[in-house]
DNA sequence: AGGGATCCATGATTGGATCCCA
DNA sequence: TGGGATCCAATCATGGATCCCT
C-alpha cells in the first residue's frame, strides 16, 4: 500500500479522523495491510500507531508533533462502554537535568498546544479486531485546563530542580503525574539529587489522569447515560 | 455520677461540645464512669452514646431530635488521619408505607434542619481509648446543600411510591444513600410492590455519603494538607 | 423496632512496571 | 531511547450486612 500522505491542514486532517469513526480496528488494518495482533499485552502502541498510519502521521520526527507540518499532536484515548478513559494519557518525558525552563516554553505545553484526540473502545471482552473508532475531537487547553496543567507542572517541576524527584510519586498532581517510563524499572538516567550530585534514577514520563481526559471528552459531548 | 442536665440552648450545647475538643474517649469515658470496650466491632454505637451523655442528650425520645427542648440532632464523624469522614451517616429510617408525605415535611428534612457535627478519630491504628475528639460544628443546611438533598430524597420517595423500592441500591442518590438498616438481613418489614400488593422486604435507612459530610466540614473549616 | 453506628468482602481504581517499534 | 501506550498487583472505596442499647 502507498502510504497515505500527510494532512495539509486541519480540516483535511479532522475530515480524515472523522471517517474513521465508528470503523473497526480489523477493518481499518486490513486496508492497510497489517496484522491484528491477538491483544495488546505484548503489542501496546498498535492501536496509536495503525492510526497514526492511517491519518498520515509523519513517521520518525522524534520531538515534533505527530503532524509536524501543521503543529497537531494524536492522542488516542482508550475508552469504556461508557466512552470513559481508562487509561492516563502519555504526553513526553521529563526532563530530568534541564535548565530552568518555564511553563510558557515547556515541552509539555507545546506538545498539548493542540491535540488530536481519538476515542477508541478498550474494553477486553471485545476482541481487539473489532473494537471500534470513536468520534474524534481537536482540541487547545481551555484557560481553566491550562492553569491546571500549569500548576502541577510548575509544583512537580520546582521539586525535580530542588533535587527531590525520588520523592515525586503518582500521586502528585491534580490532573498530571510524574510516572516511570522506560522497558522496565532497571533503565536508569541521569539526574540531580539534593546536594546537587548527580544521582542515577529511572526515566520518567508526564502522564494526563484519566479524569482529566474523560472532563475534555465530556465537555465536547453529551456522553451517554 | 449524675447525668448531664440538658442543655437550655444552641449556645450551651456549642460551649459544651466545644470543651470536649482535643479529649480523648478514654479521658471522657472515666468522667462519665463508663467502661471503654476493647474496640467497637460489638459496640458499633458506643461512642454516639458516649457523647450523648456528655452532652445531656434526651435520652429514649425515639422520633424526637436528641436535644429535643432545642431542636437539634447529634452526630458523630468518625473520620480519618486528614480529618475526612471514612463512614457514611446515618439519618433515619426510610418509611415504606407512608402517605405521600412531601420534602418540605419529611422526617428526613426535619433530621437534618439543625445538626451539632463532631469529628472523632476513627483510624484502627489509635487504640479506642486513646482517639480524640475534635471541633464541634452546628449546621444547617445551606440552599445547594438542601437542593442536592432534597432531588434525591424526592427520585427515592417516588421510586418507593411507584412500588420500585426493591430496585433501589446504595448507588442511587448523589449525596443521600437508601441503605440496609437491621440486625441483620433476614429482618423484615411491610413496604409496597409494583402492582401495589402488600410486601415484605428489609428495612431500610436514609445515609449522608461521606463525600457529603466531607464538604459540610471541608466548607467551615480549613482542613490541612 | 428505631436510633447509635461500624464492619468487611468485593468491586473499582491506579501507581509502578512493562512491552514493541523505529 | 523516545514515542506509541497497556498491564496488573496492591490499594482504595463502598454497598450490603451487621452489632448493641433501650
Not at 492516563?88 to 488530536?116: F, I, N, Q
Amino acid at each position: 500500500m502507498t502510504p497515505v500522505p500527510p494532512p495539509r491542514d486541519e480540516t483535511e486532517l479532522l475530515a480524515r479522523a472523522r471517517r474513521l469513526a465508528g470503523l473497526s480496528l480489523g477493518d481499518l488494518a486490513r486496508s492497510l495491510d497489517e496484522a491484528v495482533p491477538a491483544d495488546l499485552r505484548r503489542h501496546k502502541g498498535w492501536v496509536g500507531q495503525l492510526i497514526e498510519r492511517a491519518l498520515g502521521a509523519t513517521a520518525n520526527s522524534l520531538a515534533a508533533p505527530d503532524f509536524e507540518a501543521i503543529g497537531v499532536e494524536l492522542k488516542t484515548l482508550p475508552v469504556d462502554a461508557r466512552g470513559l478513559p481508562r487509561e492516563s494519557t502519555y504526553v513526553c518525558t521529563v526532563p530530568l537535568e534541564s535548565a530552568g525552563e518555564d511553563w510558557e516554553h515547556s515541552w509539555l505545553r507545546r506538545k498539548l498546544a493542540r491535540v488530536l484526540w481519538l476515542p477508541v473502545q478498550a474494553e477486553k471482552t471485545i476482541p481487539l479486531a473489532e473494537r471500534r473508532i470513536g468520534s474524534a475531537l481537536l482540541w487547545s487547553p481551555a484557560p481553566d485546563e491550562e492553569a491546571l496543567l500549569r500548576r502541577d507542572w510548575e509544583e512537580l517541576t520546582e521539586r525535580i530542580l530542588l533535587g527531590e524527584l525520588e520523592q515525586i510519586s503518582a500521586r502528585h498532581g491534580e490532573v498530571l503525574q510524574i510516572r516511570p517510563k522506560a522497558a522496565d524499572s532497571r533503565a536508569l538516567r541521569h539526574a540531580v539529587g539534593v546536594d546537587g550530585e548527580r544521582i542515577l534514577t529511572n526515566p520518567r514520563g508526564y502522564y494526563l489522569r484519566a479524569a482529566f481526559t474523560a472532563a475534555i471528552l465530556q465537555r465536547h459531548f453529551v456522553l451517554p447515560g
